[in-house]
């Protein structure tokens, strides 16, 4: 007598594929596959051949040709005889000109309304949650079309700044609101030490950058030194002058001169010029973004418990360092993933900039260029990927940091 | 002791004190204020201030608003009848311009004979609506949700009613043989065929038979184009048809991208992530621009329906996402009670695991569903008129040239109201479904 543990020896039936939890994935994956490869062969195949109809191929090479349009807002050299490459490379850099600057205002005003809506003060806090509400439910769509009107219809135009008793006049001597933009000092070089412009600002912003290192190697040494011996050294003024003096240094050398606005002829000239569009986009993104912000940061201040604060005055720490060293550190893991998706939600609207006329890239490449060349595959295609590949940037970025901060449980 | 206590005491009371008011500091509105308003001096700082910024906006706006001219023909003429009244400096609002165009905001160029189909389609989908929202309506109502759609349809595009009838009547097809094919040929043939059968009849049977039965009993409504409907309408179907197409999507989808099984996992998470990466806008452009070029030559489908199928995709992989997070937030140990109960995998996750996951993500999904519904705003740019769009064809026209804040103020309060109330029904149905802590 052998006893059988084995089961019975069976070839492989067909119908195995279908009830053997074993083959039947495999089968579900094989057949998935086949259905979307031909569902894409369609699509490809569709295409070709509209494309031939429509007597078109498939080709990058208007890159490369020039783009015979103007762009009023640039950050780079550029003229009607450039390429559409550099066009497309002006408006990526408008984008993210305008990401920038929504990002870090966003995230200033979502923070003092996040903190403020948890104010005890109760008309604070009511005023707060009509700031948030009224935001988030109304489509920023209609915030940018309403700030840009209030751009254009609500302020004075330059003329109104002329004359011996002038009907506006301009704030500090400085800055200048009109309806045609806003025009803000300038600072120039006297004697700059390279030709080019912008690398002078590198060189400040390089000096900047090593200063601060330079204070967070400080910091880091006085905590050192803290640890060793229970006494913090004082290294306020210290910091100040790192973050001040080279850089101040830098710029009295190259003779650094404040080029202030001034009215010339019909116009304001001198200073920098921002064009209603931008200043218009660049608030309606950072009011409604930050109205988001506000109660990412609520949330995640309400998200640390109160046992937390408790238990670090009764360590007898003070509320300052409390804030600092156990709030916040608790707070931030919370409040960082869904805040840089928010940031990815602002770069990603403000493709919005069609409905004030700013020269995004969806405007540049995305619009005029394909307009005038009628590549709108190859130009849709280039402005997805783009965006993709930004967004795609930022949550790897978010993903690194998130692996970094997260609770290490062992 | 106690008897000498009795005369140590020359006199006990024998009858209560009455009852005092509390002292002023300590009551009503003086101690509110004080502890809510005057605490500390940062508080009287913050209230001051506040004060100020709320006295700027309201002696700005409440004027404005408050003495707002409502009968007038156009902005000139408002004008003269501000002059008249308040004044040449008076900044007061022309409301006119609602009171006269209002019917344009709220349905575009629909016939305004017809006006009384979307009026009726709106309290139809309210009564729709109601028994999927709360559960106090009465189930059997779900029936009537379930066949509102095709009415609805029909009644805003107008047409046979036999169409959307001979539509509808695939999905009960479908049900019918799923219901009968499953216990004879197994479960995963009767999904087959049961998906199977109803888009042979569709493509075979349907127009036929609508068109034979309308032979036999007209049911018509005078056709009204796509083209005509804007305004809060074109919102209102834009947002809700996606709405409900995208949630069933996006938890497809999330599924998915929680499967093992690789292929399906990884087409979910690249489709995902690159309708997630690239903006609306873009996607409306492609819809508008491209989807030709995608599909066989000649086809040629209506822009509302480009866009609500884009607007569906799009927001499908927001709510996936939304989904896979309230999966993922589950505990292992559910997924491994509905293994050891012996339920296949799709009897677990309708039992066991979506229930819980769909509770945990409804503020997500509701938030998505508001994104959706303002997101509708951008099909101005590929020319479809939503309310912003026709305020600017309002601007466009002689009469109310110029005239900007009475429309923001209007088209705001709309849109306002709508998603102001989804967001409360989110949390009055997350404050409902709250299993613990109550």
Redesign the interface.
Same mark, same amino acid.
Do not use: D, F
């Given at each position: 007598m052998t006893t059988m543990t084995d089961p019975p020896g069976q070839g492989f039936r067909l119908s195995q594929l279908?009830y053997d939890t074993r083959y039947r994935?495999l089968t579900?994956?094989v057949v998935?596959?086949i259905v +979307?490869m031909l569902l894409f062969s369609w /699509?490809v195949s569709?295409?070709i051949?509209?494309?031939e109809?429509l007597g078109k191929d498939f080709d990058f090479g208007f890159l490369t040709q020039p783009s015979g349009y103007d762009i009023n807002q640039r950050l780079i050299e550029y003229d009607s005889q450039s390429t559409h490459g550099r066009a497309a490379v002006v408006g990526i850099l408008n984008t993210l000109l305008v990401a920038l600057l929504g990002c870090a205002l966003a995230t200033v005003l979502g923070v003092i309304a996040g903190v +403020?809506r948890l104010?005890?003060?109760? /008309?604070?806090s009511r005023?707060m949650a009509v700031y948030v509400?009224?935001f988030?439910?109304?489509?920023?769509?209609?915030w940018i079309?309403?700030i840009f009107?209030l751009m254009t219809?609500g302020t004075p135009a330059p003329s109104a700044f002329r004359g011996d008793t002038p009907s506006s006049s301009m704030l500090f001597d400085a800055v200048a609101i009109t309806n045609r933009g806003v025009y803000i000092p300038a600072v120039h070089f006297a004697s700059p030490f390279f030709a080019n412009g912008a690398l002078n600002w590198l060189l400040v912003l390089v000096v900047l950058g090593v200063s601060i290192f330079a204070i967070q190697r400080l910091r880091h040494w006085a905590t050192e030194k803290q640890e060793a011996t229970g006494d913090r050294p004082t290294t306020w003024y210290l910091i100040l002058g790192l973050l001040i003096l080279p850089t101040g240094l830098l710029m009295l050398l190259m003779g650094a001169f404040l080029d202030l606005p001034s009215l010339q002829g019909f116009n304001f000239g001198g200073g920098i010029h921002l064009r209603n569009s931008l200043i218009a986009l660049w608030l309606a993104l950072s009011l409604y973004t930050g109205a988001f912000i506000a109660e990412i940061v609520r949330g995640g201040i309400l998200a640390v418990s109160k046992g937390q604060t408790e238990a670090a005055y009764a360590l007898g720490i003070r509320p300052g360092t409390t804030m600092n060293l156990v709030i916040l550190p608790q707070a931030l893991r919370v409040i960082i993933p869904p805040l840089i998706s928010q940031y990815l939600n602002l770069t990603?609207?403000s493709?919005?900039a069609?409905?004030v006329g700013y020269m995004d890239v969806?405007s540049t490449l995305?619009g005029i260029t394909?307009n005038q060349t009628g590549r709108?595959?190859e130009g849709?295609l280039l402005?997805?990927l783009f965006?993709?590949v930004?967004?795609?940037l930022i949550s790897g970025v978010m993903n690194v940091y998130n692996a970094s901060v997260k609770l290490k449980e062992r | 002791m106690s008897d000498t206590h009795a005369q140590t005491v020359p006199f006990v009371r024998d009858t209560m004190v009455e009852e005092q008011e509390p002292p002023l500091s300590q009551s009503g509105a003086y101690k509110w204020t004080r502890e809510n308003l005057f605490s500390t001096p940062l508080n009287i700082i913050l209230t001051v201030v506040s004060l100020f910024v709320i006295w700027l906006v309201l002696s700005h706006t409440l004027p404005w608003a408050v003495l707002g001219i409502w009968d007038a023909d156009s902005l000139a003429q408002c004008r003269e009848i501000r002059d008249e009244i308040y004044g040449p400096d008076a900044s007061v609002a022309c409301w006119a311009v609602i009171a006269e165009r209002w019917n344009q905001l709220l349905f575009g160029f629909y016939p305004p004979e017809l006006y009384w189909r979307p009026v009726l389609a709106f309290v139809l989908f309210l009564a729709a609506i109601a028994p999927v929202l709360f559960a106090s309506v009465p189930r059997k109502a779900l029936w009537f949700s379930a066949a509102a759609p095709f009415v609805l349809y029909w009644l805003l595009w107008g047409g046979s009613l036999w169409g959307p009838i001979a539509v509808g009547a695939g999905f009960a097809l479908g049900a019918v043989v799923m219901r009968f094919a499953t216990p004879a040929l197994g479960a995963l043939a009767g999904v087959l065929l049961a998906i199977l059968v109803p888009l042979l009849y569709w493509f075979t049977l349907c127009a036929p038979l609508a068109g034979a039965l309308n032979a036999v009993i007209p049911l018509e409504l005078v056709d009204v184009r796509s083209n005509d409907m804007g305004g809060f309408m074109l919102a209102m179907i834009i947002g809700i048809s996606g709405i409900a197409l995208s949630l069933p999507l996006g938890i497809v989808l999330a599924l998915g991208r929680q499967s093992d099984l690789f292929i399906i996992n990884k087409c979910s998470v690249i489709f995902i992530e690159v309708i997630r990466g690239v903006p609306l806008i873009v996607w409306l452009f492609t819809a508008s621009l491209l989807l030709n070029y995608f599909l066989p030559p000649g086809t040629n489908f209506d822009l509302m329906l480009r866009v609500i199928i884009m607007v569906t995709l799009f927001s499908s992989a927001y709510i996936a996402e939304v989904v896979r997070g309230g999966l993922a937030a589950l505990p292992k140990g559910q997924y491994e009670a509905a293994d050891a109960l012996g339920l296949d995998y799709w009897k677990s996750m309708r039992l066991i695991i979506l229930p819980q996951a769909l509770k945990i993500s409804i503020p997500g999904i509701v938030n998505t569903f508001i994104g959706l519904f303002k997101d509708t705003t951008l099909v101005v740019f590929i020319g479809l008129l939503d309310p912003i769009g026709l305020s600017n064809a309002i601007r466009a026209s002689t009469d109310w040239n110029g005239i900007y804040w009475e429309l923001f103020v209007f088209i705001g309060l709309c849109f306002f109201i709508f998603c102001f109330s989804m967001g409360r029904y989110s949390l009055f149905l997350e404050k409902k479904l709250r299993r613990e802590h109550r």
């Open positions: 279908i994935s579900i994956q998935a596959m +979307l /699509l569709n295409t051949h509209n494309l109809t +403020l104010s005890n003060n109760w /008309l604070v005023l509400e009224g988030r439910n109304v489509p920023l769509l209609l079309v309403l009107a219809e990603k609207n493709s919005l069609i409905a969806r995305g394909i709108e595959l849709m402005l997805g965006y993709l930004l967004s795609l | -």
